[in-house]
């Protein structure tokens, strides 16, 4: 699903309204536009819009951090912190009571798979066509300062994976950790790095030596999580019969 600038402007403005609760609504992942033409990803459970991996895909860690600091690219986004990524896995892969921490999770059949393959399709720009094998993955700093990796990977028809939060660097599925390396050597790799608005005020602990590129607005939220939620989903549903 695609918004237009006015509803994204609505989120957006949500967005910066976002307290730093922990939130329980199941979130359905909402692709829009931002000024560069860069294709975004809206969490509708906390409101938060998130960078889609098309933008970074050919871009090393280290790459990414050169262009935020140098060049007007990224002008309005920054890095998250670890609890920021595991909050959007925990509202959207992880609605179902999935523990996002795993190491590696695969699944057959469930609630849990349709999360995962809305986090694909979302994470690659709103593509809906899936190739038999698809590696959808962010890069993200622990707060130890290590890089981490965490998303989805597709294999063949039957099998999901849910590369957790606490995914194995060296595992088949995607071979990650390295800030001067490309991930994408493979077909059907969109991996790249997690990057979060601005407007989203900081939630969790900052990496230490990462401040400058992990620097928010100053803005502070009056809103609870479920009233945020409650406000999104009816933004939701106001478009979708506007659109019927």
Do not use: C
Not at 144 to 164: E, I
């Amino acid at each position: 699903m695609l918004f237009g600038k006015k509803n994204k402007t609505i989120l957006a403005f949500a967005s910066i309204l976002t307290s730093s609760l922990t939130f329980s609504a199941n979130a359905e992942l909402v692709n829009s536009v931002d000024d560069n033409s860069n294709v975004t990803v809206i969490n509708t459970a906390t409101g938060v819009e998130w960078l889609s991996f098309e933008a970074t895909k050919n871009m090393t860690f280290n790459e990414v951090l050169y262009a935020m600091e140098n060049t007007d690219i990224f002008s309005g986004w920054r890095l998250p912190t670890e609890q920021e990524v595991a909050r959007l896995m925990e509202t959207s892969i992880g609605s179902n009571g999935i523990d996002v921490y795993v190491e590696n999770a695969t699944y057959r059949s469930g609630d849990v798979r349709n999360p995962l393959f809305d986090y694909i399709d979302a994470f690659r720009g709103g593509l809906t066509t899936r190739p038999a094998t698809t590696t959808v993955a962010g890069h993200y700093l622990r707060e130890d300062g290590t890089l981490q990796a965490a998303g989805s990977y597709l294999n063949g028809s039957s099998y999901l994976y849910m590369l957790g939060m606490n995914y194995d660097n060296n595992s088949s599925q995607l071979k990650t950790g390295d800030p001067d390396k490309v991930y994408n050597d493979k077909p059907f790799y969109w991996t790249g790095t997690y990057l979060i608005s601005i407007s989203a005020p900081i939630y969790g602990t900052v990496t230490p030596g990462y401040e400058r590129y992990m620097k928010a607005n100053d803005v502070t939220s009056p809103l609870t999580g479920g009233a945020l939620a409650f406000m999104v989903s009816g933004l939701l549903l106001v478009r979708r019969a506007s659109t019927k």
